[in-house]
């Protein structure tokens, strides 16, 4: 008997066409990250996916294992009517347990270090409070 997979990432699949477009019309700051940082396990193994559905909202960059949100912000982020949105947004994410790192593009784009810097930092505090499993790592 085949059991179905509950969906603990509140992945949204009505979203996906819209998410594919934002993936395609990526911002200069987001293929940034995405390709010196994110892409291809490069942030100490972890896997990210880019342009995700949760919930009714569209993150930038997700790591299931971290139930990590990475969202880089745009000069459209200061003003104040996108600012409430995006503090819905965050209340919401984090009242399913995620994480949320905001960075702005020129953060990206002209210290892309420190973008780096700031992720593993929130995963080494992630390890320490969110220690593997015995099973995790395979043992009984």
């Known amino acids: ?5 509950y969906n603990y990432y509140h992945y949204n699949k ?37 342009q995700r559905p949760i919930g009714n909202y569209i993150v930038d960059f997700f790591c299931k294992e971290l139930m990590l949100v990475i969202e880089v ?23 399913l347990g995620y994480s949320i790192l905001r960075f702005d593009d020129c953060e990206v784009i002209n210290h892309i270090e420190q973008v780096s810097d700031c992720i593993q930092n929130f995963i080494f505090d992630y390890l320490e409070t969110h220690p593997p499993s015995p099973l995790d790592k395979g043992e009984i």
């Open 14 to 50: 009505n979203l996906r066409a819209y998410a594919r477009k934002l993936r395609n019309d990526s911002t200069k700051a987001e293929i940034k990250i995405w390709s010196a940082l994110l892409s291809a396990k490069q942030m100490m193994g972890y896997s990210f996916l880019r």
């Open 1 to 5: 008997m085949r059991m179905k997979k």
């Open 73 to 95: 912000d745009g000069l459209t982020h200061h003003w104040e009517e996108t600012y409430e949105k995006d503090l819905r947004k965050e209340d919401y994410l984090r009242s």
